[in-house]
């Protein structure tokens, strides 16, 4: 990389490049003096390489701007330029809702001004546009009130940019800003708060419903920001490097900069109500999702003790990093640990990521990217990371209760991988009391799923050895054996069945061909046995010859699925299918899962028999004292709608293709009419038509054009039909998975909620709920508040007293809300039948509470 | 997205030999491929445990067990083939140089699995790297092979005795879980690794081992087992960077 390069990117940290030189001011007067010079022979590199700088780098853009500033005293056509350029990136990404670049290039015109490279009032323009967009959408008669996220969106971004400027626009221009802050005042009076119910990481009902004294995301940055300002402005967490350069700066030439346009409103004005309203909200916020949900796991004795406006400023640089640097490990971490700030923020750290990890309904990348980060910070700060790890681990698990059912899986996932890293190293017998609670206890059957991962990440002994100073644990390991198979030697099992097992073993050793196994099955074993027998045998055998490892399965699988799919047609068959897996398996839930997956994806198992096995009574008993069903039908869903979006996207690709192809399809044939119409001379006659060589060869272009055309368009109607059928079978689906739910909870949850509520009364953390009315809570708030003094109860241990039948209920209903969470899209599309057909008067308040919740479908619509 | 730090247009330090065709379509193979090579494995580390860690990053459709040509036993890599391309990147983005049973491995994008890829390039039936190794690696059957027949070579001459060889290099400093106010719990790392790596070798225990000949895994045991008597290294061989020059690796080594 050349020397300006590595100047430009390094700028602002302790590096080689500026000779181990950490002084910003001494940074930038070396970058500044090798950048200009080079500006004079390769701007075309410079330009492009500055702006991507100053994006992807954000924690470090009040450099970039002060560099700006600099550049600006002798080469005014770059630098306007350059403010040319950002005022157009900003419009593109305001167009296509680019939420990060947006956000950037807002805090980077900010610091332009504070270089004094474009003019305060420019910027309060900029400002004035996304407020009196945000209003306009509020607004109930000229606006879109479910269009509410892009409005708060915007003015999040207009906040954000206060921290890096509010002192200079103050200063420079009180009237313009005190008129922006009216405004944002002004629009916070008029919007609605948002609620967190169903995307909060702990289960609050009880503040759901008190949602009147609890800020939300864009009231609780206005009071940081008003905290700010109560402080004259002043903030450590940003470098304000433009001072040190004062003197030279205000000689610069301040640059105009054209206003921008917000997008016009999606959608007809006015207030919607129902599911129309439900369906536009849910679309706004996927497109401007909430970036972080504070976790606030750790006691405020231990986290650093920042100012209000210091601390989102770090999320904000924290949050960067992570978005920008994903997928270059070394840098993310090494930007993680340096941000910019004079003082030390690992717990604030650890939070955010844990924050991000635990995002409902998703975290914006796929949750094993931040188990990386934390293992590449773990060692970037050896001495002090892992401790506040395992600190945030303990407070989670001292709260893992009020853990939404999907974070709690992250959990699992995410501590297991990580310990993996770690040589499988962790003080176990600070939780061994775990074994005193019942087995349903969420602590107990945390430590139960952790290990169950760990040992299939590693293996049985291994995972047995780290337990060594909490033996006792080892009640919790997944049992040690292999498979179960009916028909070994060993077993005292029926002398018939078991010579049929070693026939069909011979067969496949044999090399038969599937067609000469399924009728080796029908004449043979199906009339003398019964279906139940031959079942047995087949599955059994089969998979005891695809036992040894996952390609062994898929190999059997291939060669004899036939057998199999001839013989179990229905979902009762497949049912049964599945329980001779899950018994040839009982040992191990991975292969289970594994062995389940793979006959669906080869479509011996529908994913409705695999949701009615699930609910069958076996495994209802174990749903909140085991991971193992949750997992099969998780995968279960999650392979269909992975069906279905992957039909989806080839759709899109094959209908931009036959845009290409009709225009191909239209210029051949142009050209071929153009080139027929023309006159030409042939020996000595006028002929209409142009030399007859060419002609052919058009005319089989254009021949080959259509041809062309035709075929993608016949593909593109194969997967439009594919399609439909993939909607109705996951429509199918959810149906019979609420429908499932519905069923299974009617009982217990009429057993279990003894006025009322699930969990006993006078308990801190009582998911209380009204029956009658469950917008009224009714709240015992002496014993709420110790709660809120000791958020993460760390130290203090409570006390677990559900009983079986409640714990039950409050795991399924989790879940209930966690799979509604996660395919929300996908069933809004299908919400009318949901509500005709499983949301009836008659559903259980708590049942349609957790499904309203999962859809953030406010309840009192 | 950061395309500050990644030269975008190089996907791969590594050249395949033995792909057939050019560079160009070398690289674009790699970057449409849905397969990744995954590396620096140990011989033990079981299908299973492959399919655990990597379906994180997506849904799995295959593993293809590297096998030792000789012996059929697994050799120390793998092919996996994910259903999607952003699955397949995410493994190499975020599983690439973490540990997976106590080794960190290498995941890269690969150019497509074809039959006869599974089996192992070296002299001996492994892979390249562990011929000429002169490390004493556990998890990769020990010494490299040349070193193994000398060492068998020598046997005949000396006897060595029952010295120990000490413990095995942890991968990473443990961390420390202490509380972040009360210190940690004393607890070292380094002590349990040369016995973790001894319970490893007895996972021929293990009922799920892979149906790769058995006798195989026996004789590898017996030789281990004879090695670990042996001094840690030869320094009569080369080491492992100036080996490459006759039959190559899956992949290059990274220069």
Known sequence: ?861 | MASLFKDLAKISAYRDRRFPGTQEEFEDALLRSITVYVGNMSFYTTEEQVYELFSRAGEIKKIVMGLDKNSKTPCGFCFIMYYSRDDAEDSVKYISGTILDDRPIRVDFDWGFQEGRQWGRGRSGGQVRDEYRTDYDPGRGGYGKLVQKELEAQRQLVDYGTGSLGAYPPVMPPPHYGRHNGGNHGRGGSYRHGRDYQRKRHREDDHHRPDYPKRTYDRESRRNSDHESRPEKNPRFRESGDSDEEDDDDRKRRT
């Open chain 1, 1 to 861: 990389m050349s020397s300006w390069r590595s100047l430009l990117l390094r700028l602002g940290e302790k590096c080689p490049e500026y000779a181990g030189n950490a002084d910003f001011k001494d940074q930038i007067d070396a970058c500044h003096s090798l950048v200009r010079r080079e500006i004079e022979h390769s701007e075309d590199d410079v330009f492009p390489f500055l702006l991507q700088c100053a994006e992807q780098l954000p924690h470090k853009i009040p450099l970039y701007g002060t560099l700006i500033g600099l550049l600006n005293l002798e080469n005014e056509e770059f630098v306007s330029k350059l403010v040319e350029s950002t005022q157009i990136n900003l419009q593109d990404a305001l167009e296509t809702g680019q939420c990060n670049k947006i956000r950037i290039l807002m805090r980077f015109l900010t610091v332009l001004m504070c270089s004094k490279v474009i003019q305060p009032s420019a910027l309060v323009v900029i400002f004035e546009s996304l407020l009196s967009s945000a209003a306009t959408t509020v607004d109930e008669e000229k606006g879109i009130p479910s269009w509410q996220a892009r409005a708060d969106f915007y003015i999040t971004c207009i906040l954000s940019c206060l921290p890096w400027g509010g002192a200079e626009l103050v200063e420079q221009v009180p009237e313009e800003i005190e008129r922006v802050m009216v405004g944002v005042e002004a629009y916070l009076s008029i919007r609605r708060r948002v609620s967190d119910a169903g995307v909060s990481a702990f289960e609050d009902i009880e503040e759901t419903n008190n949602v009147v004294n609890e800020k939300d995301f864009l009231e609780d940055l206005w009071s940081r920001v008003q905290d700010l300002s109560n402080r004259g402005w002043k903030l450590d967490s940003v470098p304000r490097l433009h001072l040190s350069f004062e003197a030279q700066l205000v000689a610069g030439k301040s640059h105009d900069l054209s206003p921008v346009s917000c997008p016009e409103q999606p959608g007809p004005p006015g207030a919607l109500s129902g599911i129309a309203f439900g369906r536009q909200k849910h679309e706004a916020e996927l497109k401007y999702p909430q970036r972080i949900r504070r976790l606030n796991i750790f006691p405020s004795n231990k986290t650093e003790d920042l100012q209000p406006i210091d601390r989102f400023v770090v999320e904000e640089y924290l949050l960067d990093v992570l978005f920008f640097l994903n997928g270059c490990r070394k840098e993310c971490a090494a930007y993680m640990v340096g941000l910019p700030v004079p003082f030390r923020y690992e717990y604030l750290m650890a939070e955010t990521i844990f924050s991000q990890l635990l995002l409902l309904p998703q975290p914006p990348f796929r949750p094993i990217y931040y188990t990386l980060v934390i293992i590449d910070l773990c060692k970037a700060l050896p001495g002090a990371f892992p401790a506040v790890i395992a600190g945030a681990v303990r407070a989670l698990f001292d709260k893992i209760t009020d853990l939404d059912m999907e974070c709690r899986t992250r959990l699992i996932l995410w501590f297991s991988h990580h310990l993996s890293n770690f040589q499988f190293i962790w003080p176990w017998e600070e939780w061994a009391y775990v074994l005193d609670l019942p087995k349903w206890a969420p602590q107990r059957v945390f430590v139960q799923e952790v290990l169950e991962r760990e040992v299939r990440l590693s293996y049985w002994d291994k995972i047995k050895q780290s337990i060594e100073n909490a033996p006792a644990l080892e009640e919790l390991l997944p049992p040690r054996g292999g498979p179960q198979f009916k028909y070994s030697a060993e077993d005292g099992t029926d002398p018939t069945e078991r010579a049929l097992s070693l026939e069909l073993k011979d067969m496949v050793k044999g090399r038969k061909t599937a067609r000469e196994m399924i009728s080796w099955v029908e004449e043979n074993v199906f009339p003398a046995h019964g279906f139940d027998i031959t079942l047995g045998v087949v599955v059994q055998t089969l998979l005891d010859i695809g036992s040894k490892s996952f390609t062994h399965l898929i190999t059997v699988l291939e060669r004899y699925g036939q057998v199999i799919a001839k013989m179990c047609t229905d979902d009762d068959q497949q049912v049964k299918l599945i329980m001779e897996v899950s018994s040839y398996w009982q040992n191990s839930a991975q292969m289970t899962a594994i062995a389940i997956d793979r006959m669906m994806s080869y479509r011996l198992i529908s994913n409705l028999a695999i949701v009615r096995w699930v609910f069958s009574p076996l495994n209802l008993d174990r749903f909140h004292v085991s991971d193992s069903p949750w997992e099969i039908l998780r995968n279960a869903v999650s392979k269909t709608y992975n069906r279905i979006s992957d039909l989806r996207k080839e759709i899109s690709s094959l209908e931009r293709s036959i845009v290409l192809a009709e225009r191909a399809a239209s210029r051949a044939g142009e050209e071929l009419e153009s080139a027929e119409s023309k006159l030409s001379v042939i020996d000595g006659e006028p002929v209409l038509g142009e030399n007859p060589v060419r002609i052919k060869r058009l005319k089989s272009y254009a021949e080959k054009a259509k041809e062309e055309e035709v075929s993608v368009r016949e593909s593109l109607e194969a997967k439009e039909a594919l399609l439909a059928r993939a909607v109705d079978e996951i429509e199918a689906l959810f149906l019979s998975l609420y429908k499932s739910f519905l069923t299974a909870l009617a009982e217990p949850l009429h057993d279990a909620s003894r006025d009322g509520t699930l969990r006993p009364s006078g308990h801190a953390d009582d998911m209380t709920i009204d029956l009658e009315d469950s917008s009224v809570m009714e709240l015992d708030k002496d014993d709420e508040q110790p709660k809120k003094s000791h958020p993460n109860g760390s130290g203090e241990r409570k006390g677990y007293n559900l009983d079986e039948k409640q714990q039950w209920c409050l795991t399924t209903l989790g879940y209930l809300k966690a799979f509604t969470r996660q395919y929300a899209s996908e069933i809004w599309q299908h919400i009318e039948k949901l509500d005709a057909e499983v949301l009836t008067e008659d559903t259980h308040p708590l049942v349609r509470k957790a499904i309203y919740c999962g859809l953030r479908r406010p309840l009192e619509e």
